[in-house]
Nanobody
Framework: QVRLQESGPGLVKPSQTLSLTCTVSGGSITTNYYYWSWIRQPPGKGLEWMGA???????YYSPSLKSRTSISRDTSKNQLTLQLSSVTPEDTAVYYC????????????WGQGTQVTVSS
């Protein structure tokens, strides 16, 4: 059973960088040919795919967020990291990590999500 757990600060000030970690257990993030995505859901809105990192470490980003987003991994800890720079209140959302990619639009494992609020 693969498990994903997001962690990070629940409150970030405007203009700062949001940093979240996703710890994966029950499976390796380097296993062929899985993709690991970050997805968010602002209040009252639908899910938005932000980006992904694949089993080889290649990264993929949503065009609308590419200039502010960085996804990396620590294979020794089996962790993924999301960084979103220059945040505004519009970045307030529940942030999820999930296994899967937008190409297939299929995500078979999800973390429980973590609420991030951008406010001064």
């Amino acid at each position: 059973q693969v498990r994903l757990q997001e962690s990070g600060p629940g409150l970030v000030k405007p203009s700062q960088t949001l940093s979240l970690t996703c710890t994966v257990s029950g499976g390796s993030i380097t296993t062929n040919y899985y993709y690991w995505s970050w997805i968010r859901q602002p209040p009252g809105k639908g899910l938005e795919w932000m980006g992904a990192i694949d089993y080889s470490g290649s990264t993929y980003y949503s065009p609308s967020l590419k200039s502010r987003t960085s996804i990396s991994r620590d294979t020794s800890k089996n962790q993924l990291t999301l960084q979103l720079s220059s945040v505004t209140p519009e970045d307030t959302a529940v942030y999820y990590c999930a296994r899967g990619s937008p190409a297939s639009n299929e995500y078979d494992y999800w973390g429980q999500g973590t609420q991030v609020t951008v406010s001064s």
